[in-house]
């Protein structure tokens, strides 16, 4: 079967880091985007960060540039999401997607993939 899986979410103190990782299984990365999103309770679903399939090129969202790196690992199918200094505002479900490489055109938008994560929760607290 065709799946996602997230991992590494927790209760991190302000100004801390964590680590998100995404494993795919039933499919092989290296032809598909890869994007992060994340829903905070009462908020919309925004898209945090993703990657392309051929150049390797990303972008983030304003929020999270410079504090936020995703990279991959096609050796094992997954894809990771290094969060430092983090913030109270950051406190989300954190889900991974992923879409054909060749038919992704804005990859920070949620239509554009077709396999979800069923998401890691996230929280920032003191």
Same mark, same amino acid.
């Given at each position: 079967q065709v799946q996602l899986?997230?991992?590494g979410g927790g209760l991190v103190?302000?100004?801390g880091s964590l680590t998100l990782s995404c494993a795919a299984s039933g499919f092989t990365l290296d032809y598909y985007a890869i994007a992060w999103f994340r829903q905070a309770p009462g908020k919309e679903? =925004?898209?945090v960060t993703c990657i392309g399939s051929s150049d390797g090129r990303t972008w983030y969202g304003d929020s999270v540039k410079g504090r936020f790196t995703i990279s991959r690992d096609n050796a094992k199918n997954t894809v990771a999401l290094q969060m430092n200094?983090?913030?109270a =505002?950051?406190?989300a479900v954190y889900y991974c997607a992923a879409g054909l490489g060749s038919l992704v055109r804005a990859c920070l938008e949620e239509y554009e993939y077709e396999y979800w994560g069923q998401g890691t929760q996230v929280?920032?607290?003191s």
């Open positions: 899986v997230e991992a103190q302000p100004g679903r =925004e898209g200094s983090l913030k =505002e950051d406190t929280t920032v607290s």
